[in-house]
């Protein structure tokens, strides 16, 4: 039997041995054993490069964005600058598709004497109910910038003022993912940011789409995925498992083997005690590390084990800001007291009416689409699906 056969073989038995895509958590034995089976998979860097191609071709398609929409014009609406101490802050909406709208927070440093290009950052929030707005977020956000990255904090779909479609639909996935790759597109489109330096972090639900937008989209240079990479649990909200991302015909992986898809960019995972990343030391990373082995890049992947609960408070943003210090060239002496600790209370934390784009004065557009039905269409006519 040759190598490929072999493969190919064990894919077969594989694909009928796991069913992966779960709103539910399995047990930590079963993600463990599922884990052991992926690596069965390939031995080369070869052999990952084309697995990894599949999967990424096989969470495109089960979130139904295979083929890739058109990019239509953003159309960026940018106001209401407010400066603070290091950096500043702007409301941002532009259209993913026509009539869709990302609604948005701009951060920017100041006082940079001129230092251009610099690092851009995204940053997805997770299922925390102020969304960007949430002062953990406006924390991380004003703090990358006072480091000196220009960083675009944007809305879950369904969260606060992100109301064309509700978050329980069976297509937020779609929309998200979607949204999250329009988002690089836009903070890429900003002509003070280096288009090679491009980060992403984000926790819980956050955590799946920096992992998820980091594997389908190489203009990512530096992934910190925070409290979410496990291959036990999957989630539990259709914007992270509820279309079939996991599992097809073609391809089976969970969220570790996702997160792997970054190789061999820098990675750092953030996990903690007190969720179902309580395991990655042991778990997790050493798969991940594996398959940065096959790159010669294991110095390029990291975990930070963070003793306490689910969140992205100070103790995991700390290493985050060492990373991307380290790998996007930011400066953390910009946020560092004379403690030798990173201070964050020169942030100002902002109300959700200030943060928001469309306003009494300036309305959403009537035009705009609302409802999961319309956006899935406008979708679908940008990937030349829809009749005419």
Same mark, same amino acid.
């Given at each position: 039997?040759?190598? $490929?056969?072999?493969?190919?073989? =064990?894919?077969? #038995? *594989?694909? /009928? @041995?796991?069913?992966?895509? &779960? !709103?539910?958590?399995?047990?930590?034995?079963?993600?463990?054993?599922?884990?052991?089976?992926?690596?069965?998979?390939?031995?080369?860097?070869?052999?990952?490069? $084309?697995?990894?191609?599949?999967? =990424?071709?096989? #969470? *495109?398609? /089960? @979130?139904?964005?295979?083929? &890739? !929409?058109?990019?239509?014009?953003?159309?960026?609406?940018?106001?209401?600058?407010?400066?603070?101490?290091?950096?500043?802050?702007?409301?941002?909406?532009?259209? $993913?598709?026509?009539?869709?709208?990302?609604?948005?927070? *701009?951060?920017?440093?100041?006082?940079?004497?001129?230092?251009?290009?610099?690092?851009?950052?995204?940053?997805?929030?997770?299922?925390?109910?102020?969304?960007?707005?949430?002062?953990?977020?406006?924390?991380?956000?004003?703090?990358?910038?006072?480091?000196?990255?220009?960083? *675009?904090?944007?809305?879950?779909?369904?969260?606060?003022?992100?109301?064309?479609?509700?978050?329980?639909?069976?297509?937020?996935?779609?929309?998200?993912?979607?949204?999250?790759?329009?988002?690089?597109?836009?903070?890429?489109?900003?002509?003070?940011?280096?288009?090679?330096?491009?980060?992403?972090?984000?926790?819980?639900?956050?955590?799946?789409?920096?992992?998820?937008?980091?594997?389908?989209?190489?203009?990512?240079?530096?992934?910190?995925?925070?409290?979410?990479?496990?291959?036990?649990?999957?989630?539990?909200?259709?914007?992270?498992?509820?279309?079939?991302?996991?599992?097809?015909?073609?391809?089976?992986?969970?969220?570790?083997?996702?997160?792997?898809?970054?190789?061999?960019?820098?990675?750092?995972?953030?996990?903690?005690?007190?969720?179902?990343?309580?395991?990655?030391?042991?778990?997790?990373?050493?798969?991940?590390?594996?398959?940065?082995?096959?790159?010669?890049?294991?110095?390029?992947?990291?975990?930070?084990?963070?003793?306490?609960?689910?969140?992205?408070?100070?103790?995991?943003?700390?290493?985050?800001?060492?990373?991307?210090?380290?790998?996007?060239?930011?400066?953390?002496?910009?946020?560092?007291?004379?403690?030798?600790?990173?201070?964050?209370?020169?942030?100002?934390?902002?109300?959700?009416?200030?943060?928001?784009?469309?306003?009494?004065?300036?309305?959403?557009?009537?035009?705009?689409?609302?409802?999961?039905?319309?956006?899935?269409?406008?979708?679908?006519?940008?990937?030349?699906?829809?009749?005419?």
């Amino acid at each position: 039997m040759t190598s $490929s056969t072999t493969v190919l073989w =064990r894919f077969s #038995i *594989l694909v /009928g @041995a796991l069913a992966l895509c &779960l !709103p539910a958590p399995v047990s930590a034995q079963k993600g463990e054993s599922d884990l052991k089976k992926l690596a069965q998979l390939y031995q080369t860097k070869e052999q990952w490069q $084309s697995r990894a191609q599949t999967v =990424r071709e096989g #969470i *495109l398609r /089960g @979130a139904e964005l295979w083929p &890739l !929409p058109e990019k239509t014009p953003l159309a960026p609406q940018i106001t209401g600058l407010r400066k603070y101490e290091g950096y500043s802050v702007e409301n941002v909406a532009f259209e $993913s598709v026509p009539g869709f709208f990302v609604i948005a927070n *701009l951060y920017r440093p100041l006082d940079l004497d001129g230092k251009e290009p610099r690092p851009g950052i995204v940053c997805p929030h997770g299922h925390v109910g102020a969304g960007r707005c949430d002062a953990n977020v406006q924390q991380r956000c004003a703090t990358l910038a006072r480091m000196g990255a220009t960083v *675009l904090s944007y809305n879950m779909v369904g969260y606060g003022d992100s109301s064309q479609v509700k978050h329980s639909e069976r297509h937020v996935l779609t929309f998200q993912l979607w949204n999250s790759i329009r988002a690089l597109d836009f903070l890429v489109s900003l002509k003070e940011v280096d288009a090679k330096r491009i980060g992403v972090t984000g926790a819980s639900g956050g955590g799946t789409q920096t992992f998820l937008l980091t594997a389908v989209d190489d203009r990512v240079a530096v992934s910190v995925p925070v409290v979410m990479v496990s291959c036990e649990f999957y989630g539990g909200c259709n914007c992270e498992s509820g279309l079939p991302i996991h599992k097809s015909a073609k391809h089976v992986t969970n969220n570790a083997d996702i997160a792997a898809l970054a190789a061999p960019r820098p990675l750092l995972l953030i996990s903690c005690s007190g969720d179902w990343t309580k395991n990655t030391p042991e778990r997790e990373y050493p798969y991940i590390k594996n398959v940065y082995k096959l790159f010669d890049a294991e110095n390029k992947v990291a975990n930070a084990h963070i003793v306490g609960g689910h969140d992205y408070g100070p103790s995991k943003r700390l290493p985050a800001y060492q990373f991307f210090a380290k790998h996007l060239g930011l400066s953390l002496a910009a946020v560092t007291g004379p403690n030798s600790m990173v201070d964050e209370s020169k942030n100002k934390v902002e109300a959700a009416a200030q943060m928001a784009p469309f306003t009494k004065d300036n309305p959403r557009p009537e035009s705009a689409l609302m409802g999961e039905a319309a956006v899935l269409l406008a979708i679908q006519k940008a990937q030349g699906k829809a009749k005419q």
